[in-house]
């Protein structure tokens, strides 16, 4: 990647493609302070889902890489030049990070966009500020938290502090490459520990690239290293390292399962998962604007080509207005069809890969076998383009006993389940085995509160959909997760609790 700072932003199509065309791609690990191949010089091809084209071939890590990254990183945390530097003096070196993550905005984003595919408009206003904001808050409270003393007795102190755990190993996905970094990584980098991070094989770009950021902010050799490659190969030998004290993960519930296997494996690492999701968003006939509503659950499936975890893909219905509502959202997605990804007024991009396409394709013939209404979209597009492209999706007549309302999709398909009471609607809600995120719409406070205490999920939204900011919390409940990302919370995952107890002579 050209690291030179540009001052405009590109306006269309047209000035995003020139500014791809300039870009240099770096494809290299980064160990120990330095870019480096693979030791088996293995690589792997990086498709753009935009016109299937290769971008760059990514080096490929592997066990040998992993253990050279432990051995920096575990040096690098005994040195204590960052894991015993002074909470301000880490401030102060993030806080340069997310300065630079914001200065390099626009490669960053179009990084992001040629890798998987999300819009450029999104990714330049949502993911970079996205990333460098939750860089930026951890390190500003980091300076802020405080330990505690015990209810002692007189002659007696006991201090309780929080102490970093060493090596962190952060696996994460592809859908939101950095904004899913920045969540582990600011956190662990903010409490003193070292750090790997392995990207997606499917986004590793804009991680590479992170890596030379953080090193040009202050951070040491060793402490923040990034190993591409596959999740069977070094992230599971990440998973597997006798010498990884933690491991943070997001991702899909099966791979979550197994990090938990390795951990009991190998040396009982420390495992916090943030997983799959099937959220449902609840509309009762009393919401309070249904056009609002109606829009709000279009952005819900379609935001980010329903490649998101707290994806609202279950639409819970009252009966009374089902009809009327599938109309006004079918108004609504109209606004979300698929176009370039490089236009700035596109608002749906690209499919990350075939595998996933074939996946949604696959779900959507489900659907329709399983005897569900197809309402809306259904079918691939602009493949002349070589890219990745499929119309948002609503099935009509949906319930739960079906595949499509059951599963994670991982893409824009909407199942459409209705119900009559409060009641019905909450036991359909609860019924999954995820329980990441889910909204409730209604003018009744005491439905509201009813309903929102009733729900097993981790977040929960009243009156509009995808709530949150760093201030707050965000994980799962059942197997869409533990721990949680975000918020002052987010240290707990980091830091080991210690007891230090002093008897007075
Ligand atoms: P995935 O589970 O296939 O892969 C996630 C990461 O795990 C990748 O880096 C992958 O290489 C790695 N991996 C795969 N197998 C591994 C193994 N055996 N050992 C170690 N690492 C391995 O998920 P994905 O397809 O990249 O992302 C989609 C999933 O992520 C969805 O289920 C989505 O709900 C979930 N997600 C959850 C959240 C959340 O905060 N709860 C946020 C975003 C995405």
């Known amino acids: 990647m050209n690291h030179s700072q540009r001052t405009t932003t590109p306006k269309d199509l047209a000035g995003w493609q020139a500014l791809a065309d300039q870009l240099t791609l770096e494809n290299r690990a980064f160990i120990n302070g330095a870019y480096r191949e693979a030791v088996s010089g293995e690589t792997f091809a990086c498709i753009s889902p935009v016109d299937g084209r290769e971008l760059v071939s990514v080096v490929s890590c592997n066990q040998a890489d992993a253990d050279l990254a432990v051995v920096a990183a575990r040096n690098a945390f005994e040195s204590g030049a960052w894991s015993q530097l002074a909470p301000d003096r880490r401030k102060a070196v993030l806080i340069r990070f997310a300065d630079l993550i914001e200065a390099h905005g626009d490669q960053l984003a179009l990084l992001e966009t040629l890798d998987m595919g999300k819009p450029i408009g999104h990714a ?38 929080r102490e970093p755990m060493g090596v962190v190993a952060a696996i994460v996905p592809w859908n939101f490459p950095m904004i899913m970094a920045a969540w582990k990584i600011a956190p662990a980098l903010a409490t003193g520990n070292s750090v790997i991070l392995k990207p997606s094989e499917k986004s590793p770009l804009t991680a590479i690239c992170l890596a030379a950021l953080a090193q040009e902010a202050g951070i040491p050799p060793g402490i923040f290293n990034v190993l591409p490659g596959y999740g069977h190969t070094v992230g599971k030998a990440l998973a597997l390292h006798m010498d990884v004290d933690c491991l943070v993960f997001t991702g899909s519930t099966n791979v979550a399962k197994q990090l938990m296997i390795y951990a009991g494996q190998s040396n009982m690492k420390r495992v916090w998962l943030e997983a799959g999701g099937k959220s449902p968003n609840i509309v009762f006939a009393d919401a309070p604007d249904l056009k609002k509503a109606a829009a709000s659950a279009a952005t819900a499936i379609a935001f980010n080509q329903g490649e998101v975890c707290t994806a609202g893909s279950r639409l819970l219905v009252e009966e009374s207005i089902r009809a009327e509502f599938i109309g006004l959202i079918r108004e609504a997605l109209e606004s979300w069809q698929p176009g370039h990804p490089l236009d700035p007024a596109t608002t749906c991009g690209a499919i990350v890969d075939q595998a996933q396409l074939a996946r949604i394709i696959e779900y959507i013939g489900i659907g329709q076998s399983e005897g569900a209404t197809l309402v809306a979209g259904g079918k691939r597009v602009m493949e002349d383009t070589g890219g990745l492209f499929v119309q948002p999706t609503v099935f009509d007549r949906a319930n739960n006993g079906m595949r499509i309302a059951a599963e994670e999709i991982f893409g824009p398909v909407l199942s459409v389940i209705s119900f009559t009471t409060a009641e019905e609607a909450i036991t359909i809600a609860n019924d999954s085995i995820y329980g990441l995120a889910a909204a409730v719409w209604t003018s009744n406070i005491n439905t509201a509160h009813r309903v929102a205490k009733a729900l097993r999920a981790g977040s929960v939204w009243i009156n509009h959909y995808d709530g949150g900011d760093m201030t707050a919390p965000f994980g799962g409940f059942k197997q869409s997760g533990n721990g949680r990302d975000k918020s002052l919370h987010a240290f707990d995952k980091y830091t080991e609790i210690k007891a230090t107890w002093l008897v007075i002579e």
């Open 124 to 161: 330049r206003g949502v993911d970079v500020p996205a990333t460098a904001r939750a860089v930026r808050w951890t390190a500003e409270a980091i300076d802020k938290v405080y330990g505690e003393l015990a209810a002692t007795p007189h002659d007696q102190i006991g201090m309780i502090s």
